[in-house]
């Protein structure tokens, strides 16, 4: 199995690390959850990582590989403690294990030691030389502080509302969009073109300088690409776009997400010879988690890629798996509502999966 599709650290070091420090228990979304949600609210757990985990890695290895290209960064006792892609802001990083649960929807839970960060810049050979690099590696490796995975996970249902300084809410239990008034026979249950901005309740300018008002009948809710936009943009730190068009910062749509915005393709998007049809991959061995994956799943939108998430990474059962907000499950899930979040069998999802960007 290929280095982005196992735990980074070896399972000797991680049973050494849970040994020394036992576990800690991280309630992120659910501290002040109601007595009356019981088992159903998602939860996150995480193993404290020893203060000198850090400090005890003595130097670095750069190590160069392909299929993407990439370096993977080794500790002087040879485990991987990064996986830095060309022309990728996204980092892997190694820390402390954690365990992504959610009752409610599926009995899977995804457990890893993988901590996906946005660098500064994109990787590029030789940045590791680099004074940027340098300082951010340093404040990165063995951070908690919540990477794009935690993130993600704080959209769920049963999550906890959370407000900046500023009162607006910015994390909690989010829906998918209003209910359609024209009903659900032959038209979607819920409206979509919900962005992130209509869940936050507040005027957004984007990077092509485009400003834009929240939809109230839409607060906290966002589609597809909406949610992938609040996950990487608004709380990562993404440039964002208000519209399908290449340029500096992430489209609107998930169609514009896979054929006109940045990232390195991990899982190219092909067609059948002679046609516009597109095909689901041969292998998903190149995914690492917190790469976007892109589905044809709504047989009206034709070729047309029409669903968005991102890649968590293994469950407890082995299989690879998936986060979206999706109309069925009426917000976030990486649980089975709506079809299984599985991307190996031959469920909705991983029929109609597509291609995967890493951004």
Not at 58 to 63: D, G, I, N, S, T
Not at 122 to 133: K, S
Not at 276 to 288: E, G, K
Request: charged fraction near 25%; charge should be neutral; hydrophobic fraction near 35%.
């Amino acid at each position: 199995m290929p280095v982005t599709r196992k735990s980074l650290l070896s399972g000797g070091l991680a049973v050494a690390l849970l040994a020394a420090s036992g576990y800690l228990t991280v309630q992120l979304r659910d501290r002040d959850r109601p007595s009356d949600q019981g088992g159903g609210a998602p939860l996150i757990t995480t193993a404290a990582a020893p203060s000198t985990a850090r400090d005890a890695v003595a130097e670095y290895r750069y190590e160069r590989l392909s299929g993407p290209d990439r370096t993977v960064v080794r500790d002087a006792r040879g485990g991987v403690v990064a996986t830095l892609t060309d022309s990728a802001r996204t980092a892997v990083l190694a820390g402390p294990s954690r365990t992504f649960a959610e009752p409610g929807t599926t009995t899977a839970t995804v457990v890893t030691d993988t901590w996906v960060r946005l660098m500064p810049q994109p990787w590029r050979p030789g940045a590791e030389q680099e004074g940027w690099f340098r300082t951010w590696f340093q404040q990165s490796l063995g951070s908690t502080a919540d990477d794009v995975l935690a993130v993600a996970t704080q959209y769920l249902a049963g999550t906890a509302p959370e407000k900046d300084a500023k009162g607006v809410r910015f994390k909690g239990d989010a829906s998918f969009g209003p209910l359609n008034p024209n009903g659900s026979v032959g038209n979607d249950l819920r409206l979509e073109q919900t962005d992130f901005l209509d869940y936050l309740g507040v005027p957004y300018t984007f990077a092509d300088k485009v400003a834009k008002q929240p939809d109230k009948a839409r607060y906290g809710a966002f589609d597809c690409s909406g949610y992938v936009r609040m996950v990487y943009g608004y709380r990562s730190g993404y440039p964002l776009l208000s519209k399908d068009v290449a340029g500096p910062g992430l489209p609107r749509s998930a169609n514009g997400l896979a054929r006109v915005g940045p990232g390195v393709p991990v899982l190219p998007l092909t067609t059948a010879p002679g046609s516009d049809t597109t095909l689901r991959p041969a292998s998903i061995d190149p995914l690492q988690p917190g790469d976007l994956v892109f589905f044809e799943i709504d047989a009206r939108t034709g070729a047309r890629l029409d669903h968005t998430g991102i890649y968590l990474g293994l469950d407890t059962d082995g299989h690879p798996r998936y986060i979206s907000s999706r109309e069925e499950a009426d917000g976030p899930t990486f649980g089975d509502k709506g079809g299984t979040a599985r991307l190996d069998d031959n469920g909705l999802y991983a029929k109609g999966l597509r291609s995967a960007k890493r951004l």
